[in-house]
């Protein structure tokens, strides 16, 4: 496979922006390679429905300027839909947590939580910070207006939070009692 569709299925697994520096060190090529693998990438997407994205030396794959009437209308009708029940759970999670990594989410979830995210941050419930921990992985918090909008001040204020907190590490440190007890 050539670099500039390796480049290309790494940013859509991804689905957020990485640095040049990181996708050289990740494909062990020099940072000519990566550009010139972005500008046939640039290239191949062009009249596409996907563009690829530079901000310095940050890259990312987004919906293509030309789609931008049709993308604003699909958001429209997203954020005028009630959360359904996968947003609510990720909500709890975080809310619970009082914050978490995507990765940590989709392992409690068991399931990919990218799109149920970004409909959060549009909507402004959630915020998305770097890690501390990981300068290199963002941090999925809950908002003021979440907070406010909930009517409490704190995570600690959530029904049965004490319980919740120890349901969560029990299943983060041993997943399989969870499933032998609930079988």
Same mark, same amino acid.
Request: proline share 3%; aromatic share 0%; glycine share 10%.
């Given at each position: 496979m050539q670099l500039d569709a390796q480049i290309e299925a790494l940013l859509f697994w991804r689905g957020e922006a990485m640095t040049k520096r990181d996708l050289s060190r990740v494909f062990g090529v020099n940072l000519v390679a990566i550009n010139d693998g972005l500008a046939d990438l640039r290239?191949?997407?062009?009249?596409?429905?996907?563009?690829?994205?530079?901000?310095?030396?940050?890259?990312?794959?987004?919906?293509?300027?030309?789609?931008? $009437?049709?993308?604003e209308k699909f958001r429209k009708e997203e954020l005028s839909a009630e959360l359904g029940r996968a947003a609510l759970e990720t909500l709890a999670v975080i809310l619970y947590k009082?914050? $978490?990594t995507r990765r940590e989410l989709e392992y409690i979830r068991g399931v990919?939580?990218?799109a149920i995210l970004r409909t959060l941050l549009m909507r402004g419930l959630v915020s998305?910070?770097?890690d501390q921990k990981d300068d290199r992985v963002f941090r999925y918090e809950p908002t003021l207006e979440l907070f406010a909008l909930l009517g409490i001040s704190r995570a600690e204020e959530l029904p049965a939070f004490a319980s919740v907190i120890s349901e969560l590490g029990v299943f983060e440190k041993e997943p399989e009692k969870i499933i032998t007890t609930e079988s």
């Open positions: 290239k191949k997407l062009t009249g596409r429905g996907i563009a690829l994205v530079e901000n310095g030396s940050d890259v990312t794959l987004l919906t293509s300027p030309e789609a931008s $009437v049709l993308i009082n914050g $978490v990919n939580s990218t998305r910070i770097a």
